[in-house]
């Protein structure tokens, strides 16, 4: 009996260490499902700004955070021209508005608004183009003025947007 339980295990050892050798599993963490393959370059053009309201620095935040989205978590190389993958769009809305108000009356928080206008071309796969917008909103209380939370809240919004242009364009989520 020993020696029947001794093969058994042996045996059970034997084909599990079989089955791992055997099988290759490959994961991603980037983030990105891009077939290198027949995907190897991406261009990304500067967005503009068609927004009533500006604020100067928002456009470079902007297209600076959209490349190097994609510089660091794929392996795609950025061309000026002729694309596998294009990018490209505006910044169309740049707005504040008042988010709620005190007791007294007055505002007490104002939120911040950004909205992005994209083109996506595939060009291994047409299917997957699209024009969409993309929005992100960061709330400040009143009592701080614009130009005290302006960079930090642009930079957090600008965050939020392109990721969710790289999740829509390479990670199809």
């Given amino acids: 009996m020993r020696t029947f339980l001794r ?3 042996l045996l059970t050892v034997a084909a599990t260490m079989l089955c791992l050798t055997a099988c290759k599993v ?3 963490f980037n983030g990105a499902s891009i077939d290198y393959n027949k995907t190897k370059t ?4 500067d967005f503009p700004i068609r927004s ?5 620095p928002m456009q470079g ?6 490349k190097d989205i994609y510089a660091n978590h794929t392996r795609l190389e950025q061309v000026k021209r002729n694309g596998d993958l294009q990018i ?3 910044i169309t809305n740049y707005q504040q508005r008042n988010r709620s108000v005190s007791s007294e009356g007055y505002s007490a ?16 796969n047409h299917q997957e183009d699209f024009e969409r917008q993309f929005s992100a909103s960061a709330t400040y209380e009143t009592t701080q003025s614009l130009n005290s939370v302006q960079e ?3 930079t957090q919004m600008v965050k939020e947007i392109t990721e969710q242009i790289f999740n829509a364009t390479v990670a199809n989520w």
């Fill in 7 to 9: 093969h058994t295990l």
């Fill in 88 to 90: 490209e769009g505006e």
């Fill in 42 to 45: 991406i261009q990304i053009a």
């Fill in 52 to 56: 009533a309201y500006v604020w100067g």
């Fill in 26 to 28: 490959s994961y991603s």
């Fill in 109 to 124: 928080q104002t939120e911040l608004i950004m909205t992005v206008n994209v083109r996506f071309t595939n060009n291994a």
């Fill in 61 to 66: 935040i902007f297209n600076n955070e959209l």
């Fill in 152 to 154: 930090e809240l642009v």
